[in-house]
């Protein structure tokens, strides 16, 4: 069973704020999912877990969270499964989700649901944790 549920990534425990600098674009390969972690590399848990994805000039992120047991995706730190160039599939129980778009699960026991998406802003070349909204 898959709970739908609507998460304001804000309320997480550790959410970055608004503004938050994660790297400059160029630094992000077109195609390339990386996960960024706050409060970084401290130690300090439960860590906000924020997956970053870069499609051409488009850059989209989404909280490292599965809806189907919200588990972070990756099979361990930095390595994650793609299912195409565009989806990335959960490690534990095969979702696959679209980074592309809205970060919905097109295949899997989720199907239908979708990762929480995070906004970001580009601007001057740097990828920020999008403020406004
Ligand atoms: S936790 Fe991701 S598919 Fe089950």
């Known amino acids: 069973m898959t709970l739908m549920l609507n998460v304001d990534w804000r309320s997480l425990p550790n959410a970055p704020a608004a503004g938050t600098p994660l790297c400059a674009l160029g630094e992000l390969a077109p195609g390339e999912i990386r996960e960024f972690s706050f409060p970084g590399d401290s130690g300090a848990t439960p860590l906000f877990r924020l997956i970053v994805y870069r499609d051409g000039d488009q850059v989209n992120a989404y909280v490292n969270q599965c809806p189907h047991h919200w588990l972070p995706m990756n ?25 592309a778009g809205n970060g919905e699960c097109t295949m899997g026991p989720c199907q239908g649901s979708n990762l929480t998406r995070v906004p970001l ?9 999008r403020t406004g909204d």
Do not use: P
């Open 75 to 99: 099979r361990s730190d930095g390595v994650f499964l793609r299912w195409s160039h565009t989806e990335l599939m959960c490690s534990h129980h095969s979702a696959v989700f679209n980074l």
């Open 121 to 129: 802003q580009v601007s001057e070349g740097q990828i920020r944790i």
